[in-house]
């Protein structure tokens, strides 16, 4: 048992069964840590099924290369790097990012686009994200969602830090546009009655 206490010792013991390819510890980990990737994953698909997709193949990626994690730091952040680098992967294979337009970011338009998303449900700002063409959403949740900087945004999709930048803003645009027009849609409902 290693000297992090930042690990349950009943998860390190499961890990350590895993990582014996005991079934029955593996089915109990994937059940501990599925909920949570899969909302990482359905941020980054287009669709429940793409969501699940990307979840099995990294909890196939999780199960082969458990004997890596070191147990320092938090187990549920290393299964979260594999499924946000799943996400990636498929989309690298699939299409090349592009911005759309090269343009400077408005400090005050993102200000605003952050305190109208403030106001809408969680499940329908999901759905908006979704619908973000792939090359945005990608950027918007790799910056959002992760942390991560330009730099490194534009490095692990191999674009520029322009082209994320501008990826991020137009994604934050559309996502304002979405979130405004529900809003209308909101009050409209609410004046019928």
């Known amino acids: 048992m290693s000297n992090n206490q930042s690990l349950v010792p009943q998860t390190e013991q499961l890990i350590q069964g895993c990582i014996k390819g005991n079934r029955y510890d593996q089915n109990r980990l994937y059940q501990l840590y599925a909920p949570a990737m899969f909302s990482v994953c359905l941020r980054y698909s287009k669709n429940k099924e793409e969501a699940e997709e990307i ?3 990294g909890f196939m990626k999780v199960f082969t290369h458990l004997h890596q994690f070191n147990f320092e730091g938090s ?6 790097k594999i499924m946000v680098n ?7 294979s699939n299409a090349r990012l592009h911005a759309v337009v090269d343009i400077e970011t408005n400090q005050h338009e993102i200000a605003e686009t952050e305190n109208i998303m403030a106001q809408i449900g969680t499940k329908e700002l999901l759905n908006m994200v979704q619908q973000l063409p792939p090359g945005y959403r990608l950027v918007f949740n790799m910056y959002v969602f992760e942390g991560m900087k330009h730099r490194e945004i534009a490095e692990q ?7 994320s930048k501008s990826n991020l803003y137009d994604a934050r645009v559309i996502l304002q546009k979405s979130v405004a027009g ?12």
């Open 75 to 80: 187990f549920e952040g290393w299964i979260r």
């Open 182 to 193: 529900s809003l209308q849609v909101a009050k409209k409902n609410i004046n019928c009655l």
């Open 55 to 57: 979840l099995q193949e």
């Open 157 to 163: 999709l191999g674009i520029s830090e322009g082209t």
């Open 86 to 92: 799943c996400a990636l992967q498929k989309y690298r």
